[in-house]
């Protein structure tokens, strides 16, 4: 099957501590992980929080660069955040929100009007309604379908999705969750998934990674993991959830 992203014992370390302070200590924030995302289909991230999910994402969205490894992404990318608050000019309309990717590439007025609207319906808003509105006068699943909207303007291949729902009420998670899988299937988009809610990325995801500690502990089928999962440290995590 065709693979949209290798990511090949990819490493990123930061380092803490000020200048005048104690020896500065490195955090192995991604330390030698390996996956790939195949197409139309969804490699789901789930670990702890500080596990290194946000630092694979950016690395893979091309925000940051290994410091080892390789990261190849077949075709466009692009990244959704989980707060779509603060990933949303405030003091711009929808409308120029969702267009300004194509300001860049010297698409021609008429077409991007028609992109807009279109990206828009996708994601299930009315561009007639909601053109000249800022992000304050809408609701956080609405702020995450416009953030979404402004993606997939650009055409991509790969989302890669860090968190999507994790700042919106569960009642409004399955709807993003549900519009996610409904335009994958239409759009033959390749996802990689991130979350630290075993149950989401399970809802989602095709393949799973359980990452901790900058590694990926274990990978499988979703399925698989989550009727049999091998790692100890992916049994754990299973632990902590009652009802599993
Ligand atoms: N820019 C940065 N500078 C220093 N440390 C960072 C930076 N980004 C992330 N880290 C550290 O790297 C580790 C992994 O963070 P992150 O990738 O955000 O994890 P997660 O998304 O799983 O919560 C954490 O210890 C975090 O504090
Ligand atoms: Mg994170």
């Known amino acids: ?12 370390y930061f380092t803490s501590g000020g200048f005048f302070g104690p020896a500065r200590d490195v955090v192995k924030a991604v330390d030698g992980v390996s996956f790939y995302c ?22 893979v969205a091309g925000i940051l660069r290994p410091d080892h490894g390789k990261v190849t992404v077949h075709g466009e990318k692009d990244i959704v955040f989980q707060d779509p608050y603060s990933s949303l ?13 194509l300001f860049v590439r010297g698409v021609d ?21 909601c053109f ?19 993606s997939l303007i650009k055409e991509p291949d790969l989302l890669v999705l860090d968190e999507p729902v994790s700042s919106l009420d569960v009642s409004i998670q399955a709807d993003i969750l549900n519009l996610l899988k409904d335009l994958q299937e239409e759009l033959s988009l390749s996802y990689l998934f991130i979350s630290h809610d075993l149950r989401v990325v399970e809802f989602m995801s095709d393949t799973v ?18 009727r049999y999962p091998k790692d100890p440290y992916t049994k754990k995590l299973f632990e902590a959830i009652p009802s599993f």
């Open 1 to 12: 099957m065709f693979n949209t992203a290798e990511i090949r014992d990819v490493k990123k």
């Open 38 to 59: 195949q197409k139309g289909r969804t490699f789901g991230l789930v670990g702890e929080s500080g596990s290194g999910k946000s630092t694979i994402a950016k690395l």
């Open 89 to 101: 000019n405030p003091r711009m309309t929808v409308r120029q929100i969702v267009v300004e990717p």
């Open 109 to 129: 007025k008429q077409e991007i009007s028609e992109r807009a609207e279109a990206v828009l319906s996708k994601v299930r808003l009315d561009a007639g309604s």
């Open 132 to 150: 000249f509105k800022y992000p304050h006068q809408f609701s956080g699943g609405e702020r995450q379908r416009i953030a979404i909207a402004r």
């Open 209 to 226: 990674g359980v990452m901790k500690s900058g590694r990926v502990v274990e990978v499988a089928d979703s399925e698989a993991l989550y």
